[in-house]
């Protein structure tokens, strides 16, 4: 670890507690940035997907339950998912 960075850390207990919550956002922030993994090729295309079905249906309006849109949401993916693994 650097050790400004360690130096740091050590003083964090000392800080006020508004000033700890702030650090655990920024940190939180971070690691978000630059830790976090990254989507796979598969996963992004399933996102794009899934932002298309949701986009036509906004267009078409009317009413859906929370039950139909996710069996609708998971007959969509479980289709692309076994024609991909056809390709």
């Known amino acids: 670890m650097n050790k400004k960075l360690e130096t740091l850390i050590e003083r964090v207990p000392s800080w006020p507690q508004k000033a700890q919550q702030e650090a655990a956002r920024a940190l939180a922030t ?14 992004r295309a399933k996102l794009v997907a899934l932002r298309k079905t949701i986009n036509r249906a906004i267009a078409r309006g ?11 949401i998971a007959n969509r993916l479980d289709a692309w998912e076994r024609r991909r693994k056809r390709a």
Do not use: F
């Open 30 to 43: 971070i690691e978000e940035k630059h830790v976090r993994r990254s989507l796979t090729a598969a996963e």
């Open 62 to 72: 009317g009413s859906y339950t929370d039950e139909e849109v996710a069996a609708s």
